[in-house]
């Protein structure tokens, strides 16, 4: 399966404990993005990746997120001192160039459960 | 600033009959991108079409059109002969100068036997 991998599918964690995701994109894809979809919403974007560069962050990305991507390749995003406010559908896109036509190819989203 | 917005929550249809998803937005750019997303049941999300906004020509991909109409900042999807596997979330998303899509809230699509 050469689509983009997310791990782990589910996470389910007690407010105040730190969480981490990853993101494996289709092998050459050099933009890579982060979206959250809440229940009932469309996904709203976090940030987004050049090779290991972050181009952009979104409000909604508060100082307790982060997310890196060494090397270009997978990558990670931590949730520090989760809130309840943060359970939600996590999903990871690749493109692979600049163009803005060109389709991302969404992973199958990490679902968080903050307790 | 750009939104999407999408005023279905929730459609049905039959199967084999045609259906039209709404969706207007709003940008300031001249040039952009549409795209119609599909989400089935707990499965990712998959491109379904997508219109270039300088172009006039509405797209097609097989049983899936859509009406682009720029001036009033409307772009519909229109399924046609629709299928049981067409069931899912159906999002409109529009792609600026930054990459990232901004999505609508969707339209939850039933089709029935």
């Known amino acids: 399966d050469t689509g983009v991998s997310q791990d782990p599918r589910h996470k389910i964690t007690k407010r105040g404990q730190n969480v981490t995701f990853r993101c494996d994109p289709i092998?050459?894809?050099?933009?890579l993005y982060w979206y959250r979809q809440t229940l009932g919403q469309g996904p709203e974007f976090l940030t987004y990746f050049q090779n290991e560069a972050q181009l952009e962050k979104s409000r909604l990305l508060s100082d307790r997120f982060s997310a890196e991507r060494p090397k270009g390749s997978f990558s990670t995003l931590e949730i520090q001192r989760t809130e309840q406010g943060d359970s939600a559908m996590y999903l990871c896109?690749?493109?692979?160039?600049?163009?803005?036509?060109?389709?991302?190819?969404f992973g199958p989203g990490t679902r968080l459960t903050v307790t | 600033a750009q939104t999407v917005t999408q005023s279905q929550p929730e459609m049905s249809v039959q199967e084999a009959e045609t259906v039209t998803l709404s969706c207007t937005y709003d940008?300031?750019?001249?040039?952009?991108?549409l795209f119609w997303y599909k989400q089935p049941p707990s499965r990712q999300m998959i491109l379904v079409i997508r219109?270039?906004?300088?172009?006039?020509q509405n797209a097609t991909e097989n049983r899936f059109s859509v009406n682009f109409q720029k001036a009033a900042k409307s772009f519909s999807l229109k399924i046609s002969d629709s299928q049981l596997g067409d069931t899912a979330m159906y999002f409109c998303?529009?792609?600026?100068?930054?990459?990232?899509?901004?999505f609508g809230k969707g339209t939850k699509l039933s089709v029935k036997p």
């Open positions: 940008t300031s750019e001249s040039n952009y991108y």
């Open positions: 896109a690749s493109s692979p160039r600049l163009a803005r036509q060109d389709e991302q190819y």
């Open positions: 219109q270039e906004a300088y172009k006039q």
């Open positions: 092998s050459e894809h050099n933009r």
């Open positions: 998303a529009l792609r600026e100068s930054q990459g990232n899509l901004i």
